[in-house]
């Protein structure tokens, strides 16, 4: 049996259509805009919320009937859409829409018929930049939705805070420790402080100062620094400070 392959896609200024102008397609359009895509948004009618859109500088809205022409030809070919959505109310139309783009090599989302698609949405939790994402591959979606569910409660709001300030000292470390394998050791040690209960009880900002304040007083590979091209000692420091 085939499974999915799961991957994140870089959309960032990328050219994508949704087709349709309801409700599910407005989330769609939102979602797209979210990842930075360009969005072209076709429908003889449109909710208020994509008609909100209208001038958004990444949204182009269309109103007219879906068309083969919006995705093979000429002016298809000008547009480049990288990533189709069928959301219209129409299943016959969703999935002539899902076809011709698979033809032509698209990325096409047939919603509600994860057979006539070439991936599919799953269910997400997101908290800065950490993205967790939940699918059954079409076989329940309520059950995805449940499992979203318990996963928000899991991983709260503090992640956001947490995710940011390990991709800081992370780059912060990258540029002051040339060996590999001891930035490799000191970014294992920092999944060992107690960071999130910091944020929870709400003392991390001043955690945070105190810990760059060492930091930047801490010897880096610039005198004698050993095999592993840091001060040992100082970041043991580092580590005794943090269980303070």
Known sequence: MNHPYPIMVNLSARQCLVIGGGPIAERKAHALLQAGAIVTVVSPEFTEGLAELDNHLNVVLLRQTFAEELIKGEAARKSCYTLVVAATNDAAVNAQIGELASREGKLVNVVDQPRLSSFIVPSV?????????????????????????????????????????????????????PDKQ?????????????????????????????????????????GRTGEAGIDLAAWSAIKIFDRE
């Open 182 to 222: 001891a930035r490799q050791r000191m970014f294992k040690d920092m999944l060992e402080w107690n960071v999130l209960d910091k944020i929870r009880e709400g003392t991390f900002a001043s955690w945070k100062e105190a810990l760059y304040t060492a930091l930047e007083n801490a010897a880096w590979p610039n």
């Open 125 to 177: 939790v997101r908290r800065g930049k950490l993205v967790i994402a939940v699918s059954t591959g079409g076989a329940s979606p309520s059950a995805a939705r449940k499992i979203v569910r318990e996963l928000d409660e899991l991983y709260g709001e503090e992640y956001e805070t947490y995710l940011e300030f390990l991709s800081d000292l992370r780059l912060f470390i990258q540029s002051r420790v």
